[in-house]
């Protein structure tokens, strides 16, 4: 790494990155094969590319440095973490105690006066050194284990844990008890160690049998970038007791130009009303449908829903600002009525007995296009609906 941190302050290897930005990497490293600090720089193009969309201040900051590709996938995006840091705000001591390359801990940080870094592999913390000197960030940091600093932490308003979601052999962990460290060992500690608590999860979590587990949760937080489900984030407050507490879940879904959120109180039990297809047809985004909270969002906008298990609702109203996709019908047809065959549509299945693959293969359809194609279950019978997404 200081070999790397090096070469980046001179104004040549920067130049060199810029550069070759967009060029293929691979041709890169061969051409530069016995070239040993090319190769080098030619890495931090490599882990550029991949990670434009998702880091994109690194693309454009070429004094940062980005660590080995195993180490980026479990990392926020910089657009979530500036989104989830402007979620909390009264807190002047934080700490990240699994910072990893410190993308959260850089935009939770940069809204306290005491910030503390906590990384146990050392690769990774020298790395975040260098990119927070860059970047002008002052703070205090450890090269060590949660466990191992936590004994020793004042108390903070807000701590922040990203616990691995890797095991020894290098594959995924979705249960929360395998996390590493263990937010269930290192419980009661943190209790006494902070007012709240922020913990970061795989999307694949099932949450709700945590809820007991972490009887301080006040808030679950749902969050997707443009309807692809990110994270789960528990955030608990240990100065209230769990009694007192009113649990809210909050789903967000980050789009190009604005978030949908909705918030609903946990746990809440709706009756759902049923109804035919009418003029306009709703599916919740990701993170609603991740929290289960679906005929929640359905009485909140008077919507009917389709089916027990189609989760698809419909009203004659158009509901401009509902929190998912909303289509405006333009026919409903019989499964797999001649009428279809050879167009061209998005096909959507929920509740059908045929995936939206197979439709597209039976119908012989093109795909894309300005039209929908949704094959969906009622009450009552099957049906295909022609469609036209209005959001």
């Known amino acids: 790494m200081l070999k790397l941190a090096q070469l980046i302050n001179k104004k040549e290897n920067t130049s060199f990155i810029q550069q070759n930005l967009s060029k293929d990497s691979s041709s890169l490293l061969f051409k530069y094969a016995k070239d040993d600090e090319k190769k080098l720089l030619i890495e931090q193009i490599a882990a550029r590319q991949r990670t434009r969309k998702k880091l994109p201040d690194f693309y454009t900051n070429l004094e940062l440095i980005l660590p080995p590709s195993e180490n980026l996938e479990q ?106 460290p263990s937010i269930f060992d290192l419980y009661s500690t943190l209790a006494k160690k902070c007012r709240r608590l922020i913990i970061k999860c795989s999307p694949l979590l099932e949450w709700r049998s945590y809820l007991t587990k972490l009887p301080h949760c006040e808030e679950l937080w749902i969050l997707s970038q443009r309807n692809d489900c990110k994270e789960i984030c528990f955030v608990l407050n240990f100065s209230v007791e769990p009694s007192d507490i009113d649990l809210k879940i909050k789903t967000y879904n980050l789009q190009d130009s604005d978030v949908q959120i909705f918030i609903n109180k946990y746990p809440t039990t709706v009756e759902s009303k049923f109804g035919p297809i009418a003029s306009f047809l709703y599916m919740p985004n990701s993170s609603i449908m991740k929290a289960g909270i679906m005929d929640s969002l359905a009485a909140e906008f008077d919507l009917k829903k389709l089916a027990t298990n189609t989760n698809i609702y419909s009203s004659d109203i158009l509901k401009p600002s509902f929190p998912g996709r909303i289509w405006s019908v333009n026919q409903i047809h019989k499964p797999y009525s001649k009428e279809l065959k050879g167009r061209q549509f998005n096909v959507v299945s929920r509740n059908f007995f045929d995936k939206a693959s197979i439709i597209e293969k039976k119908l012989k359809l093109k795909s894309g296009g300005s039209n929908y194609l949704i094959a969906l279950s009622t009450n009552d019978s099957s049906y295909f609906v022609e469609a036209t997404i209005t959001n």
Do not use: W
């Open 75 to 180: 990392c926020t995006s910089t657009e979530l973490a500036t989104f989830k840091s402007s979620l909390i705000n009264d807190y002047q001591s934080f700490t990240d105690l699994t910072s990893g390359l410190g993308i959260d801990f850089f935009h939770f940080a940069s809204k306290a006066k005491e910030r503390t870094y906590v990384e146990p592999n050392a690769h990774l913390f020298s790395i975040a050194q260098h990119n927070f000197k860059q970047l002008n960030l002052n703070h205090q940091s450890f090269n060590a284990k949660a466990e191992e600093v936590l004994e020793q932490l004042s108390f903070q308003d807000l701590i922040y844990m990203d616990p691995s979601r890797r095991d020894g052999v290098n594959a995924k962990i979705v249960r929360l008890e395998d996390y590493l």
